[in-house]
């Protein structure tokens, strides 16, 4: 008779809850945003209604994402009742995300009140928010990669984080 191991068992049951692909599809359609922000741009429609347009996007995105886990993966796949030690990892990560949205708001409208110049300060060329927003992206990915034990998300922390220093760059580059 072979000996289960409890908490590997538990570590795999909880893991398994991103190996549906919803979680993948959800953050494939919110990477969307920025080319969505880019278009209303072209389009003439200019800050801060094509961010507001951006945002609800993917809060749509987001409301799919419940509804089809809710609707088909959990059904299927069960629902994992977390146990203390994931319970305050996950509190833990939504406290960091809930300071670095606060943090990123706070930007937003000083920068559209005028009170923080967002074109005036540059390093390496690029726009001190695109600094900020690879380092807040790479911040929060990895805190969740750390936390929830969910390998793929540094790496969707970086390419999230690449996303608008390499469009300033592309930018400057082609004029």
């Not at 801060?48 to 959990?74: C, D, E, H, Q, T």
């Not at 110049?117 to 790479?138: T, Y």
Request: proline share 5%; net charge positive.
């Amino acid at each position: 008779m072979s000996l289960i191991n409890l908490k590997e068992a538990e570590r795999n049951a909880y893991r398994s809850q991103y190996h549906d692909g919803l979680f993948d599809l959800l953050l494939g359609a919110m990477l969307l945003a920025g080319p969505i922000t880019s278009l209303c741009d072209q389009y003439g429609v200019k800050d801060p209604w094509a961010l507001i347009i951006s945002l609800g996007f993917m809060l749509a995105m987001g409301i799919i994402f419940v509804v089809a886990k809710r609707k088909y993966s959990n059904p299927r796949m069960g629902v994992i009742r977390p146990n203390q030690k994931h319970k305050r990892k996950i509190r833990s990560m939504l406290i960091a995300n809930i300071i670095l949205l606060a943090a990123g708001l706070v930007m937003f409208i000083l920068a559209l009140t005028g009170i923080l110049p967002s074109a005036n300060g540059r390093i390496l060329g690029l726009p001190v928010p695109a600094i900020v927003f690879f380092l807040a992206c790479l911040v929060a990915f990895s805190v969740m990669a750390f936390l929830l034990n969910f390998n793929r998300l540094y790496l969707y922390g970086l390419l999230y984080g690449l996303s608008i220093p390499l469009g300033e760059w592309i930018e400057l580059a082609t004029g």
